[in-house]
């Protein structure tokens, strides 16, 4: 199909950006536009006008803070992959950045998209939530934050910018697994570990509805074994409901895959060179 009708504004600023999100009913941020524009081209999202973020150099760039790391939103998959930094303090989302797509998907989508989308299962958000990566907002309030599972749960909020990922400091201890779909590449199942001083955070995605952190899974796993038997016990115990059947799988399969990638993400994890 092709794109359906819509105006198009490249902003000099985030001011103007927020001014122009805040004026038109409909309008829609584009950053790296790999799942915007197709939605468009299929019919699956609408637009008025397309708000261009792409020249707002402020909004690239990954550097350290005193509470962590801060990735700018504009930064691209292929460069979340293949920083230093994230490589060795969070290599959760470097190795979910390396999954997404091919390399022109990950040249060209940016790390505040793929966090922010919610129409299709992708890799950074399971790995952000295992993270504890929070969402730095700009909207017509000010700023504001929301950490990764909630921006899961509910979304961008209207009118508003992500305009950067922060991210805890807490050295190379996190790790991501993913079944790809042969065709699409999206997560068949997606999972993403990270060890910290209360405990493991897992998260999973694909298999379910939206990205989620099991913490139930978390309690039952405690400080470990991580044994295949003893995740796969802990996965057991989760509600089959959670897992979502679908492109011929069943809720019981989703739920075991789950498990398997999650106890190898924990090895990885706790392999880690400090």
Same mark, same amino acid.
């Given at each position: 199909?092709? *794109?359906?009708?819509?105006?198009?504004?490249?902003?000099?600023?985030?001011?103007?950006?927020?001014?122009?999100? @805040?004026?038109?009913?409909?309008?829609?941020?584009?950053?790296? +536009?790999?799942?915007?524009?197709?939605?468009?081209?299929?019919?699956?999202?609408?637009?008025?006008? *397309?708000?261009?973020?792409?020249?707002? &150099? &402020?909004?690239?760039?990954? &550097?350290?803070?005193? &509470?962590?790391?801060?990735? %700018?939103?504009?930064?691209?998959?292929?460069?979340?992959?293949?920083?230093?930094?994230?490589?060795?303090?969070?290599?959760?989302?470097?190795? /979910?950045?390396?999954?997404?797509?091919?390399?022109?998907?990950?040249?060209?989508?940016?790390?505040?998209?793929?966090?922010?989308?919610? +129409?299709?299962?992708?890799?950074?958000?399971? /790995?952000?939530?295992?993270?504890?990566?929070?969402?730095?907002?700009?909207?017509?309030?000010?700023?504001?934050?929301?950490?990764?599972?909630?921006?899961?749960?509910?979304?961008?909020?209207?009118?508003?910018?992500?305009?950067?990922?922060?991210?805890?400091?807490? %050295?190379?201890?996190?790790?991501?697994?993913?079944?790809?779909?042969?065709?699409?590449?999206?997560?068949?199942?997606?999972? /993403?570990?990270?060890?910290?001083?209360?405990?493991?955070?897992? @998260?999973?995605? %694909?298999?379910?509805?939206?990205?989620?952190?099991?913490?139930?899974?978390?309690?039952?796993?405690?400080? +470990?074994?991580?044994?295949?038997?003893?995740?796969?016990?802990?996965?057991?115990?989760?509600?089959?409901?959670?897992?979502?059947?679908?492109?011929?799988?069943? $809720?019981?399969?989703?739920?075991?895959? $789950?498990?398997?990638?999650?106890?190898?993400?924990?090895?990885? /994890?706790?392999?880690?060179?400090?």
């Amino acid at each position: 199909m092709i *794109l359906t009708e819509f105006d198009y504004v490249r902003p000099v600023g985030l001011d103007e950006a927020l001014t122009l999100l @805040a004026g038109r009913p409909g309008a829609r941020v584009l950053a790296g +536009g790999q799942s915007l524009l197709p939605g468009l081209r299929s019919g699956e999202d609408r637009a008025s006008l *397309l708000v261009d973020l792409r020249g707002l &150099e &402020e909004l690239r760039g990954i &550097e350290r803070t005193p &509470e962590g790391i801060r990735i %700018g939103a504009l930064t691209t998959l292929a460069e979340l992959a293949a920083d230093p930094l994230i490589l060795a303090e969070a290599p959760e989302l470097a190795a /979910a950045a390396r999954a997404n797509g091919d390399p022109q998907v990950r040249n060209l989508g940016t790390a505040g998209g793929n966090l922010a989308a919610t +129409g299709r299962a992708t890799d950074l958000p399971v /790995a952000a939530i295992a993270a504890g990566v929070t969402a730095e907002l700009a909207g017509p309030g000010g700023v504001s934050t929301l950490t990764a599972e909630e921006l899961a749960a509910s979304g961008v909020p209207a009118g508003t910018v992500v305009t950067a990922l922060l991210v805890p400091a807490a %050295g190379r201890s996190g790790a991501f697994e993913k079944t790809a779909d042969r065709a699409t590449r999206y997560p068949v199942c997606a999972v /993403a570990a990270r060890i910290t001083p209360d405990g493991p955070r897992i @998260a999973v995605t %694909g298999a379910t509805a939206r990205p989620l952190r099991l913490r139930g899974v978390e309690e039952r796993i405690g400080g +470990g074994p991580y044994t295949t038997e003893n995740v796969l016990a802990a996965f057991r115990a989760e509600p089959r409901e959670l897992f979502v059947p679908g492109r011929g799988t069943s $809720a019981e399969y989703l739920g075991h895959l $789950a498990g398997v990638l999650t106890a190898r993400a924990l090895t990885r /994890a706790v392999q880690a060179p400090a």
